[in-house]
């Protein structure tokens, strides 16, 4: 019965009625703009869709997204004004920075976290205390992402290697085991499926620069996302020992991993596109079926695993080669690295305290990741958290035409476009009889195998979720902490710009090379260039930073 409801008032309402709890404003009451700059945010301009409707209809808001693109952070900081809503992509350099510069708000003046802040306060203090200490001055400027209550589990999984399982189920299941083995495996597919429902070439991978920054992004995330080190500086770092990778280590994880994506050029199965085209335009051809893989869930199967797909019987589900171990992040009542915070030249420091603790409250957290509630989610009468059809759907097919509101946007488009999380989606939801936030996670609403080829993956593995796909299988537990990068001088920010730049620039050569010689060549060029523009300061304050990384986390660990 209760999903009847639900889906008779989803038919009539779909996203269009979000009242969240508090009355409308007056409707003299002229919108106010906040403009949000957001380092891991992947959108220009106002946001749209149905979270543009809550954030109306409840705070009687408009947000206006800036992201961090090139020079984007250095002019604002220049400027002496970030916006009013700030989230920075880590707590280093940039975000110490522009706290000592007197650029964001002291969260604790004049009561704004009391007052505005509440349910922060009372179920966010470790993280609160967390912040603190990332200045020397003892304030808190903000809170990091994805907090849970206590460090006693793993965050969601999102390297998810997706495969096109039809495919891997055509071709019998052949056993993986190590890198060498899915390039073997993708020009099987290749030959199976050459091209996409545009006519135009299939590739393995399509892959984009856009996040590039210290090293080549998705390179590093191979690594991560293989031998489960976690991204630190110009390296990789191992948690379980506390030693660093450099990018320029002959052989090394991350040159490694550009050897494997330059094998996949060589062999066609790399898009010829991958160093020019955007995000946006990696995703259209995920959606077309012009991949075979994702490293990712969000740009892999969330995008291919569309209804007309599906209708055929094709799918991307996950499927690990046998010696990857993949990092997995600890659910960190600390919080992560990506900062929520408030620019100090804000007209409107309340309004903006109000939105942050509202996304912090479970109604505003799983708003925000699923839609309105009574609409796309809702709680039984036994406090157990489920999804209605059309929720279902939205996570499931979050492009469908079925899920577009009165002014055309699917549930996809609608979404949050600041990019960052309160909650970590693994945390216990406390307005529940003891879920997560984490709708895999929810046993009744586990959805039915929606394929023959899902059925299949599932029986084959043994499993009846993604969640528990990857859990049963190796990861490398990343461990919690308060941890914070070692401070840098300005000279090491100025050398450490001109090595980033290098490494990226000859990474993407090597991986475009047409011959293994070729490719050795750029990356000797790499190594001698980088050395040349100081790459040996910035490893020096990498090893010792990873030291002193690993000191906090045993410490931490055996409190």
Same mark, same amino acid.
Request: aromatic content about 12%; charged content about 25%.
């Given at each position: 019965?209760?999903?009847?409801?639900?889906?008779?008032?989803?038919?009539?309402?779909?996203?269009?009625?979000?009242?969240?709890?508090?009355?409308?404003?007056?409707?003299?009451?002229?919108?106010?703009?906040?403009?949000?700059?957001?380092?891991?945010?992947?959108?220009?301009?106002?946001?749209?869709?149905?979270?543009?409707?809550?954030?109306?209809?409840?705070?009687?808001?408009?947000?206006?997204?800036?992201?961090?693109?090139?020079?984007?952070?250095?002019?604002?900081?220049?400027?002496?004004?970030?916006?009013?809503?700030?989230?920075?992509?880590?707590?280093?350099?940039?975000?110490?920075?522009?706290?000592?510069?007197?650029?964001?708000?002291?969260?604790?003046?004049?009561?704004?976290?009391?007052?505005?802040?509440?349910?922060?306060?009372?179920?966010?203090?470790?993280?609160?205390?967390?912040?603190?200490?990332?200045?020397?001055?003892?304030?808190?400027?903000?809170?990091?992402?994805?907090?849970?209550?206590?460090?006693?589990?793993?965050?969601?999984?999102?390297?998810?290697?997706?495969?096109?399982?039809?495919?891997?189920?055509?071709?019998?299941?052949?056993?993986?085991?190590?890198?060498?083995?899915?390039?073997?495996?993708?020009?099987?597919?290749?030959?199976?499926?050459?091209?996409?429902?545009?006519?135009?070439?299939?590739?393995?991978?399509?892959?984009?620069?856009?996040?590039?920054?210290?090293?080549?992004?998705?390179?590093?995330?191979?690594?991560?996302?293989?031998?489960?080190?976690?991204?630190?500086?110009?390296?990789?770092?191992?948690?379980?020992?506390?030693?660093?990778?450099?990018?320029?280590?002959?052989?090394?994880?991350?040159?490694?991993?550009?050897?494997?994506?330059?094998?996949?050029?060589?062999?066609?199965?790399?898009?010829?596109?991958?160093?020019?085209?955007?995000?946006?335009?990696?995703?259209?051809?995920?959606?077309?079926?012009?991949?075979?893989?994702?490293?990712?869930?969000?740009?892999?199967?969330?995008?291919?695993?569309?209804?007309?797909?599906?209708?055929?019987?094709?799918?991307?589900?996950?499927?690990?080669?046998?010696?990857? &171990?993949?990092? !997995?992040?600890?659910? $960190?009542?600390? =919080?992560?690295?990506?900062?929520?915070?408030?620019?100090? /030249?804000? #007209? @409107?420091?309340?309004?903006?305290?109000?939105?942050?603790?509202?996304?912090?409250?479970?109604?505003?957290?799983?708003?925000?990741?699923?839609?309105?509630?009574?609409?796309?989610?809702?709680?039984?009468?036994?406090?157990?958290?489920?999804?209605?059809?059309?929720?279902?759907?939205?996570?499931?097919?979050?492009?469908?035409?079925?899920?577009?509101?009165?002014?055309?946007?699917?549930?996809?488009?609608?979404?949050?476009?600041?990019?960052?999380?309160?909650?970590?989606?693994?945390?216990?939801?406390?307005?529940?009889?003891?879920?997560?936030?984490?709708?895999?996670?929810?046993?009744?609403?586990?959805?039915?195998?929606?394929? &023959?080829?899902? !059925?299949?993956?599932? $029986?084959?593995? =043994?499993?009846?979720?993604?969640?528990?796909?990857?859990? /049963?299988? #190796? @990861?490398?537990?990343?461990?919690?902490?308060?941890?914070?990068?070692?401070?840098?001088?300005?000279?090491?920010?100025?050398?450490?710009?001109?090595?980033?730049?290098?490494?990226?620039?000859?990474?993407?050569?090597?991986?475009?090379?047409?011959?293994?010689?070729?490719?050795?060549?750029?990356?000797?060029?790499?190594?001698?260039?980088?050395?040349?523009?100081?790459?040996?300061?910035?490893?020096?304050?990498?090893?010792?930073?990873?030291?002193?990384?690993?000191?906090?986390?045993?410490?931490?660990?055996?409190?």
């Amino acid at each position: 019965m209760k999903r009847k409801l639900a889906l008779a008032l989803a038919i009539i309402l779909v996203f269009t009625a979000c009242s969240c709890g508090k009355e409308q404003k007056s409707k003299n009451t002229s919108p106010i703009t906040l403009t949000v700059f957001s380092q891991v945010a992947n959108y220009t301009g106002k946001q749209v869709g149905w979270f543009a409707d809550v954030m109306l209809e409840r705070f009687n808001v408009i947000l206006n997204i800036i992201p961090d693109t090139a020079g984007t952070y250095e002019t604002r900081f220049a400027s002496e004004s970030f916006g009013d809503l700030v989230i920075f992509g880590n707590n280093g350099n940039e975000y110490k920075n522009a706290a000592k510069a007197g650029l964001l708000l002291d969260w604790e003046k004049d009561d704004l976290l009391t007052t505005y802040g509440p349910y922060i306060k009372e179920n966010m203090d470790a993280a609160i205390e967390a912040n603190r200490k990332l200045t020397d001055n003892g304030h808190v400027y903000g809170i990091g992402n994805n907090v849970a209550g206590e460090d006693d589990g793993v965050s969601d999984f999102f390297y998810t290697w997706d495969l096109r399982w039809d495919l891997y189920e055509r071709l019998g299941c052949p056993e993986i085991i190590d890198l060498d083995d899915m390039v073997k495996l993708f020009e099987d597919m290749k030959e199976l499926e050459p091209k996409d429902e545009k006519g135009n070439s299939a590739y393995a991978l399509s892959i984009w620069p856009d996040w590039d920054g210290s090293m080549m992004m998705y390179a590093k995330a191979l690594a991560s996302a293989y031998y489960g080190f976690d991204e630190l500086e110009l390296g990789l770092y191992d948690a379980s020992t506390g030693e660093f990778h450099g990018a320029l280590e002959k052989d090394g994880p991350y040159i490694e991993m550009l050897s494997f994506l330059n094998k996949l050029y060589r062999k066609n199965l790399l898009d010829p596109d991958s160093m020019t085209q955007t995000y946006v335009e990696m995703a259209e051809k995920m959606i077309n079926g012009g991949c075979y893989f994702s490293l990712f869930d969000y740009a892999g199967g969330n995008y291919f695993n569309n209804e007309s797909h599906l209708k055929e019987n094709k799918i991307m589900l996950p499927m690990l080669p046998k010696n990857a &171990a993949p990092a !997995a992040y600890e659910l $960190s009542k600390y =919080g992560g690295q990506q900062i929520w915070s408030i620019g100090s /030249s804000t #007209k @409107y420091p309340e309004l903006c305290m109000e939105i942050i603790n509202w996304l912090c409250t479970p109604e505003g957290f799983m708003t925000m990741e699923y839609g309105k509630q009574g609409i796309n989610w809702d709680y039984d009468d036994n406090g157990y958290p489920f999804l209605t059809e059309i929720g279902l759907k939205c996570m499931t097919d979050g492009s469908n035409p079925e899920t577009k509101d009165e002014a055309g946007y699917t549930f996809k488009q609608g979404q949050c476009q600041i990019n960052n999380t309160t909650w970590a989606r693994d945390a216990l939801n406390p307005d529940s009889n003891g879920a997560t936030y984490n709708w895999n996670t929810w046993e009744e609403d586990k959805a039915p195998a929606r394929t &023959a080829s899902e !059925a299949h993956w599932r $029986s084959f593995n =043994g499993v009846t979720s993604v969640t528990d796909y990857l859990e /049963s299988k #190796k @990861y490398t537990l990343i461990p919690a902490s308060t941890f914070s990068n070692l401070a840098k001088d300005d000279e090491y920010d100025i050398i450490i710009a001109q090595v980033s730049q290098c490494i990226v620039n000859y990474s993407w050569n090597a991986v475009y090379s047409d011959t293994e010689e070729e490719f050795e060549k750029n990356i000797s060029e790499m190594i001698e260039r980088g050395n040349a523009y100081g790459y040996g300061t910035c490893l020096e304050w990498s090893i010792r930073n990873a030291a002193a990384r690993h000191r906090v986390e045993v410490s931490e660990k055996t409190e």
